[in-house]
């Protein structure tokens, strides 16, 4: 049964380095958006879902599927989170 970190609450609570459970929202050209339980969604950037190239994320994600992530950077002044999938 999917539920998210119990202890993210708010984008404050995020820290370089941690795996969170997350479920994708969004799916761009240039990656996928990621909810992990927080007001702002964090961005897997394309280059970031997979350790191989892919021309497009849909090759790896798909809307609704609940992913692995590892949180790369936290701008808590313009409401950013990069993270990467952990595959």
């Given at each position: 049964?999917?539920?998210?970190?119990?202890?993210v609450?708010?984008?404050?609570?995020?820290?370089?380095?941690?795996?969170?459970?997350g479920?994708?929202?969004?799916?761009?050209?240039?990656?996928?958006?990621v909810?992990?339980?927080?007001?702002?969604?964090?961005?897997?950037?394309?280059?970031?879902?997979?350790?191989?190239?892919?021309?497009?994320?849909?090759?790896?994600?798909?809307?609704?599927?609940?992913?692995?992530?590892?949180?790369?950077?936290?701008?808590?002044?313009?409401?950013?989170?990069?993270?990467?999938?952990?595959?």
């Amino acid at each position: 049964m999917f539920a998210f970190d119990p202890s993210v609450k708010t984008i404050n609570d995020l820290r370089e380095g941690m795996i969170l459970p997350g479920i994708i929202t969004n799916i761009t050209k240039f990656g996928a958006f990621v909810d992990v339980g927080i007001k702002e969604n964090g961005l897997v950037h394309i280059s970031r879902m997979t350790d191989r190239f892919i021309n497009d994320p849909t090759e790896v994600v798909t809307l609704h599927q609940h992913v692995t992530v590892k949180v790369l950077e936290v701008d808590e002044t313009r409401k950013r989170v990069s993270l990467s999938m952990i595959v």
